[in-house]
DNA sequence: TCCTTAATGAAAATGATTTTCATTAACAAT
DNA sequence: ATTGTTAATGAAAATCATTTTCATTAAGGA
């Protein structure tokens, strides 16, 4: 629960000219303490039970924001709504991939196998790099499928 | 160009109970015809050509359908609506993966080291089943970046 | 040709995200 | 500590993709 002091963060911040706010370090702080991928509208109404007078639309701005300073990662998982995560965060292992239940929506984190996925992915970049004079700057890889639980219902 | 008459999805239609109609033929047509990755509205907009009285409250709920049956896939990649691409055409290379300008939003298929890809990912989709207890049906491997062009205009 | 009902199209509804605009508050300068 | 500048905010309205509703049409088996 030191997320929302966190000195990068302040320094990132002050070095765009940006101001530390409430909400922002209020949205920090959700997301340094969860370890799931939330939408916008979770992460304000994590927001609200501590500082009912933020907006949603504050939550909306600073997430954008924090996605552009490389402090979060936005992801579509395919329910319709944007879900965020902070990069670098206690509650998660560290570069990851993820695993999404098309039946009950759960995402899981993994790092299995992740330091060979890294080595190729790192091949093919240069590799794209090269073919498609492409400048590579990031990745997603996502697999799908059905869970343990849903498994079951079927 | 014959793309609206292939027998198999006839049968596949058949099969279902379902009818084979001029706007589910238009739609196939379309995406048979295409190498882009169009959006529901792009689709529409390409069927209407041809017939103006197809809705694209129908386009959209054939797109469901075929993405339902397997003939078609949806995508997000990230500019805020869903893009389909036939998963067998003439147009395209065989399994593919993408790589995303965050430019112009253009997207690159690509195949270079693919086998390579589906090797890996083969086997850590083995290793999660069995460590998640989890039944994968699909994957999403996308590379961000900025194409040559976008580079020039920093 | 007739009948059943799957499929359609227009309009309205929905839901996530963005824009507008008047007000507030961060913080650098005093 | 006080003040001034302007980045940031919040509420409400607007936007935009997608879905739902519902009356009408037409595929295709009988
Ligand atoms: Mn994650
Ligand atoms: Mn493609
Ligand atoms: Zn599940
Ligand atoms: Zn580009």
Redesign the interface.
């Known amino acids: 629960m030191n997320g929302k002091n966190n000195p990068e963060w302040h320094r990132n911040f002050r070095q765009r000219g940006m101001r530390i706010t409430e909400p922002r370090k209020a949205i920090l702080e959700v997301l340094n303490n969860t370890t799931e991928h939330l939408s916008a509208e979770e992460i304000y109404m994590s927001v609200h039970r501590t500082y009912p007078n933020v907006g949603l639309t504050t939550v909306y701005r600073n997430l954008e924001l924090l996605e552009e300073m490389g402090i979060i990662a936005k992801f ?1 998982f ?1 329910d319709g709504r944007s879900r965020y995560e902070l990069i670098h965060s206690p509650q998660k292992p560290g570069h990851h991939h993820h ?1 999404i ?2 039946g009950c929506k759960q995402i ?1 984190d ?1 790092d ?2 992740v330091e ?2 890294i080595e ?1 992915l790192t ?3 240069q ?3 090269a ?18 639980a849903c ?1 079951g219902n079927l």
């Open positions: 579509h395919g695993l239940c098309t899981i993994y299995d196998f060979e996925e190729l091949k093919v970049e590799a794209l790099s073919a498609h004079n492409f400048q590579i700057t990031g990745h997603t890889i996502q697999f799908y499928g059905i869970c343990h498994r």
